[in-house]
């Protein structure tokens, strides 16, 4: 600090061109060259920037001695630092592994407990075996062995030489024809209780799809002509109409045909038959009753 000092009060910056000018004749006279009064104040001048010039490196000295002493106090805090910060370290692991040795011991005292249990469990268990093996033992000490029965040998019925001789050993013409009497009679009542049933009549559902000619078609003329078509085993059901496209509509229809009486066929034909008002007949579904 006191070379700090010393270099605050020094007023040589201050008027630099003269020390210049003082510098530049010393280098003069030292060569031979002839000095003035001139000179001879720059000389001394010079003397006193040669003075300040140790004082200034004195000061630079000690600021750099200060620094130096500064940064190995600095070097010497940061391992202490370090050390405070790895004994930090040290301490929060030990708590951690303390803390997971704690855990740890709870566990295995919830395991001692269920092994307890189930032991406790297997003993009752092993209990109740012998017990039930006891009560098993004297009940089956108890049971009788019941003796097989003797078989019975089949007794042979002794026959005379003279019944031998009197059975027939082929029948007699009789027989047969009272087996094949009670056989006709049984087939005609069978043939009788089968007239009696009626017989099923195998029917279908049809949907027709019956177009007209154009959107000038009376459609419920159409449709009385469709309906006026009666056969034996033809049934006429619902009805409607149907939008085809550009105003056109078509009739869809449905009935029920005996199969034996009424084929799909003989429906189109008569339908067809009536060419001022039907176009075509298609069949849109057809189901079995």
């Not at 000061?59 to 750099?64: D, H, M, Q």
């Not at 017990?131 to 009940?139: F, G, R, Y």
């Amino acid at each position: 600090m006191s070379g700090l000092q010393g270099l605050a009060q020094e007023n040589i910056w201050f008027d630099k061109s003269r020390y210049d000018e003082a510098e530049r004749s010393f280098y003069e006279g030292m060569n031979g060259i002839p000095q003035t009064s001139q000179e001879r104040d720059a000389s001394a001048i010079l003397q006193d920037i040669a003075k300040a010039r140790q004082n200034i490196q004195q000061s630079l000295a000690g600021v750099k001695t200060a620094l130096h002493g500064s940064k190995g106090h600095t070097r010497a805090q940061k391992p202490r630092e370090r050390k405070t910060s790895q004994n930090a370290s040290k301490s929060e692991d030990q708590s951690e592994l303390v803390s997971r040795l704690k855990s740890l011991e709870l566990d295995n005292k919830n395991l001692h407990k269920v092994v307890d249990d189930l032991r406790a469990v297997l003993s009752k268990l092993e209990s109740r075996m012998a017990v039930l093996e006891k009560s098993q033992a004297p009940a089956s000490k108890t049971v009788t062995v019941t003796k097989a029965a003797p078989v019975q040998k089949p007794k042979v019925e002794e026959h005379n030489d003279a019944d031998d001789d009197d059975i027939d050993l082929f029948g007699s013409d009789e027989e047969d024809e009272e087996a094949e009497r009670i056989k006709a009679e049984r087939v005609k009542e069978y043939a009788q209780r089968k007239a009696k049933k009626p017989a099923l009549i195998a029917k279908s559902s049809i949907l027709l799809d019956v177009k007209p000619w154009d959107d000038e078609t009376d459609m419920s003329k159409l449709e009385e002509c469709v309906r006026s078509i009666q056969m034996d085993g033809l049934l006429w059901g619902a009805s409607k109409l149907v939008p085809v496209g550009y105003g056109i509509k078509k009739l869809q229809i449905s009935c029920v045909v005996e199969d034996d009486k009424v084929g799909t066929d003989i429906l189109e034909e008569e339908i067809t038959t009536f060419e001022d008002y039907v176009q075509s007949v298609d069949i849109a579904a057809f189901n079995k009753i």
